[in-house]
């Protein structure tokens, strides 16, 4: 199994070295644009190359998803301790509540309040964000047995150091599933940013729409399904590096 | 177990952010629709005696939360809550009228943050009590929703009319009314059609061994990607096939507008529906339709009287997170004129009318928990009684 994971990492590098090749060759892109729709005028976005708004799009959406981890994960720890256990019901039941909102009217009220540009994008997915991170960090650290935390404590542990040492590595799968799911949420909303100015690979779908050409909404479309694509596989193959059960051996 | 819980933190926190949010402003006076606006104080927004009521209540729920975690002051802890949201919103309504009384007929007035936070510390507190009232289901829905129940009378009796967002409603009844029913055709039509599809994916899966892997790949790799890039992916090969088949238009098939979205909004419904499908028939106990088959019943009569019902929770449990996601994308669709109540969010957008773009926000967000509420309760409806609570 050990063979199949390093297989498995080596066939997503490659890919991934693809995927950034391919959204270089700025010639491949034009050649092909032209010949699948020779009425524009025009094939590519002229604000900026693809490289630069891929660039933009994992920007935005690396920002977030730090901030998501850096605020969720510790959050999540908190409402599992004593001393924030009183609050676990309503930040659990917040993540839900939250979770119904679609993440567009999310991004969309985030403008009356702070503006347009790239700080509202990076808040709302942000806060969005958070929703699967808490909820996967309370649900991983709660599945942790009773009997293994006891022989923790038996052993010694402090409590911080069971933390570190028996909780955090038995949740850490469930916690980056939400992670991914997140950071997935992400890139897909990251899109309509570009509505409010935030760039990325929305901007030339927007920019087609608004000015009805095909060739410019494929060059968002296209690299923005990739990048997704890539993205899940990515972190799907990390979280399988953390199966400490008996899933491990698939 | 930890220490024993003496004080009720989490009511102490609402009434703490409740208190914080006098601070800041309540009302924001605006010259016109899109010029920016003066941020006006408590008492500048709702007056001394308003201002002075609202802190006064606040300052009673904050006492009464330090004081102690009892049944009993859990009901008055809820009911100062609710008194709060009703003040609050009766305040802001009645001096909204006034404060544009003298000015120019294009000025607005519009709610500021402090009474957004002053609501979610309110419920915050609701919250709280609810969870001591664990025992008394009468108090318990009398604190959850007096509040809501007098803001929807409100609503409706035209008490916000002053209110900016309202102003922008009025005139636009009509076409709202339309967008609206834009937008529950779109999403609800799309998963009716999803739900149909899902299911006999889902059965098609649990059947033959040599489909289920294809089906799970192709709907797992469709949800990932970004809605507004798979709306343009779709919107290339329609608009060719429009254009080759110009009989199709006359159907409403063009590159961009209602057929792209109902695809999409098919395809992205499809794998909740198929995964939950596969699970609730894969996760019968074998034993209940060993049972089925000793009773002699035919394969039809244990899949309609066994299988089905048995998978149903589940499969409805899909159909509700396939909603409520629909909810979400069928306003990403009006970026490619495919209408729904998304159009006034991306106009409010183009236009940076704030007002506009709430007009569009938050009955999306209103419409997704309706969606979410209403699933739910068909969902419990459809648990058989033996199931217990069959979901989560």
Same mark, same amino acid.
């Given at each position: 199994?050990?063979?199949?994971?390093?297989?498995?990492?080596?066939?997503?590098?490659?890919?991934?070295?693809?995927?950034?090749?391919?959204?270089?060759?700025?010639?491949?892109?034009?050649?092909?644009?032209?010949?699948?729709?020779?009425?524009?005028?025009?094939?590519l976005?002229?604000?900026?190359?693809?490289?630069?708004?891929?660039?933009?799009?994992?920007?935005?959406?690396?920002?977030?998803?730090?901030?998501?981890?850096?605020?969720?994960?510790?959050l999540?720890?908190?409402?599992?301790?004593?001393?924030?256990?009183?609050?676990?019901?309503?930040?659990?039941?917040?993540?839900?509540?939250?979770?119904?909102?679609?993440p567009?009217?999310?991004?969309?009220?985030?403008?009356p309040?702070?503006?347009?540009?790239?700080?509202?994008?990076?808040?709302?997915?942000?806060?969005?964000?958070?929703?699967?991170?808490?909820?996967?960090?309370?649900?991983?650290?709660?599945?942790?047995?009773?009997?293994?935390?006891?022989a923790?404590?038996?052993?010694?542990?402090?409590?911080w150091?069971?933390?570190?040492?028996?909780?955090?590595?038995?949740?850490?799968? +469930? =916690?980056? @599933? /939400?992670?991914?799911? !997140?950071? $997935? #949420?992400?890139?897909?909303?990251?899109?309509?940013? %570009? +509505? =409010?100015? @935030? /760039?990325?690979?929305g !901007?030339p $779908? #927007?920019?087609?729409?608004?000015?009805?050409?095909? %060739?410019? =909404?494929?060059? /968002?479309?296209?690299?923005?399904?990739?990048?997704?694509?890539?993205?899940?596989?990515?972190? %799907?193959?990390?979280?399988?590096?953390?199966?400490?059960?008996?899933?491990?051996?698939? | 177990?930890?220490?024993?819980?003496?004080?009720?933190?989490?009511?102490?926190?609402?009434?703490?952010?409740g208190?914080?949010?006098?601070?800041?402003?309540?009302?924001?006076?605006?010259?016109?629709?899109?010029?920016?606006?003066?941020?006006?104080?408590?008492?500048?927004?709702?007056?001394?005696?308003?201002?002075?009521?609202?802190?006064?209540?606040?300052?009673?729920?904050?006492?009464?939360?330090?004081?102690?975690?009892?049944?009993?002051?859990?009901?008055?802890?809820?009911?100062?809550?609710?008194?709060?949201?009703?003040?609050?919103?009766l305040?802001?309504?009645?001096?909204?009228?006034?404060?544009?009384?003298?000015?120019?007929?294009?000025?607005?007035?519009?709610?500021?943050?402090?009474?957004?936070?002053?609501l979610?510390?309110?419920?915050?507190?609701?919250?709280?009590?609810?969870?001591?009232?664990?025992?008394?289901?009468?108090?318990?829905?009398?604190?959850?929703?007096?509040?809501?129940?007098?803001?929807?009378?409100?609503?409706?009796?035209?008490w916000f009319?002053?209110?900016?967002?309202?102003t922008?409603?009025?005139?636009?009844?009509?076409?709202?009314l339309q967008?609206?029913?834009?937008?529950?055709?779109l999403?609800?039509g799309?998963?009716?059609?999803?739900?149909?599809?899902?299911?006999?994916?889902?059965?098609?899966?649990?059947?033959?061994?040599?489909?289920?892997?294809p089906?799970?790949?192709?709907?797992?790799?469709?949800?990932?990607?970004?809605?507004?890039?798979?709306?343009?992916?779709?919107?290339?090969?329609?608009?060719?096939?429009?254009?080759?088949?110009?009989?199709?238009?006359?159907f409403?098939?063009?590159?961009?507008?209602?057929?792209?979205?109902?695809?999409?909004?098919?395809?992205?419904?499809?794998?909740?529906?198929?995964?939950?499908?596969?699970?609730?028939?894969r996760?019968?106990?074998?034993?209940v339709?060993d049972?089925?088959?000793?009773?002699?019943?035919?394969?039809?009569?244990?899949?309609?009287?066994?299988?089905?019902?048995?998978?149903a929770?589940?499969?409805?449990?899909?159909?509700?997170?396939?909603?409520?996601?629909?909810?979400?994308?069928?306003?990403?669709?009006?970026?490619?004129?495919?209408?729904?109540?998304?159009?006034?969010?991306?106009?409010?957008?183009?236009?940076?009318?704030?007002?506009?773009?709430?007009?569009?926000?938050?009955?999306?967000?209103?419409?997704?928990?309706?969606?979410?509420?209403?699933?739910r309760?068909?969902?419990?409806?459809?648990t058989?009684?033996?199931?217990?609570?069959?979901?989560?």
């Open positions: 199994m050990l063979r199949r994971q390093l297989n498995l990492w080596i066939l997503l590098t490659v890919l991934t070295g693809l995927f950034v090749w391919l959204i270089a060759s700025t010639g491949l892109w034009e050649a092909t644009l032209r010949f699948l729709f020779p009425q524009e005028s025009q094939v976005h002229p604000r900026a190359s693809l490289l630069v708004l891929v660039w933009e799009h994992v920007k935005l959406v690396i920002l977030s998803s730090s901030l998501t981890v850096l605020v969720g994960v510790p999540g720890i908190w409402v599992t301790r004593p001393s924030g256990r009183n609050f676990l019901p309503i930040v659990y039941y917040l993540t839900s509540f939250g979770q119904t909102f679609p567009v009217a999310v991004l969309a009220l985030a403008v309040m702070i503006g347009f540009g790239v700080i509202p994008t990076v808040i709302a997915l942000f806060l969005y964000g958070l929703l699967p991170v808490v909820r996967n960090t309370i649900a991983g650290l709660r599945a942790v047995s009773q009997d293994v935390l006891d923790a404590y038996g052993m010694g542990m402090s409590r150091q069971a933390l570190i040492r028996v909780e955090m590595p038995l949740a850490a799968r +469930v =916690i980056l @599933a /939400g992670i991914h799911i !997140s950071v $997935i #949420i992400n890139i897909g909303t990251a899109m309509i940013g %570009a +509505v =409010i100015g @935030a /760039g990325g690979l !901007s $779908i #927007i920019a087609g729409l608004v000015q009805d050409n095909l %060739a410019y =909404i494929i060059e /968002g479309a296209v690299p923005a399904a990739m990048l997704a694509v890539l993205a899940d596989r990515l972190l %799907a193959n990390l979280e399988r590096l953390f199966a400490y059960s008996a899933e491990k051996a698939r | 177990m930890g220490r024993l819980v003496t004080r009720d933190s989490v009511a102490i926190s609402g009434s703490l952010i208190l914080a949010s006098l601070l800041i402003g309540w009302l924001t006076l605006k010259p016109s629709r899109i010029a920016a606006g003066t941020s006006l104080n408590l008492f500048e927004s709702i007056g001394w005696v308003g201002g002075l009521t609202v802190l006064g209540l606040w300052l009673a729920c904050l006492i009464l939360s330090l004081t102690g975690k009892k049944e009993r002051s859990a009901v008055t802890l809820g009911i100062l809550a609710n008194l709060i949201v009703i003040a609050s919103f305040l802001v309504g009645l001096f909204s009228g006034k404060l544009l009384e003298g000015e120019a007929q294009i000025a607005r007035v519009s709610l500021g943050a402090g009474v957004w936070i002053t979610a510390g309110a419920y915050v507190v609701i919250f709280s009590a609810r969870q001591t009232l664990r025992g008394s289901t009468i108090w318990r829905n009398v604190v959850s929703w007096a509040g809501l129940a007098v803001l929807v009378f409100l609503l409706i009796e035209g009319q002053d209110i900016s967002i309202m922008e409603f009025s005139g636009r009844e009509e076409r709202f967008e609206l029913m834009q937008h529950i055709f999403f609800g799309s998963v009716a059609v999803g739900t149909l599809l899902g299911i006999s994916l889902g059965i098609w899966a649990t059947r033959s061994r040599r489909a289920e892997a089906i799970f790949f192709t709907t797992n790799i469709t949800q990932t990607i970004p809605s507004l890039a798979l709306f343009g992916l779709l919107i290339a090969p329609l608009s060719a096939l429009s254009f080759a088949f110009p009989v199709l238009r006359e409403g098939i063009r590159g961009v507008g209602v057929a792209p979205a109902v695809i999409a909004l098919v395809i992205y419904s499809l794998l909740p529906i198929v995964r939950n499908t596969y699970v609730g028939l996760q019968l106990d074998p034993a339709i049972a089925g088959r000793g009773m002699g019943m035919s394969r039809a009569q244990i899949f309609r009287k066994i299988e089905v019902p048995l998978a929770p589940l499969v409805l449990e899909g159909v509700r997170t396939a909603s409520v996601q629909s909810v979400g994308l069928a306003a990403i669709a009006a970026l490619i004129g495919a209408g729904g109540l998304g159009w006034f969010i991306f106009q409010g957008l183009g236009q940076a009318a704030a007002d506009l773009i709430l007009l569009g926000a938050i009955p999306v967000i209103v419409l997704a928990l309706l969606v979410d509420a209403i699933m309760t068909i969902v419990r409806v459809a058989p009684k033996g199931l217990g609570k069959g979901n989560q």
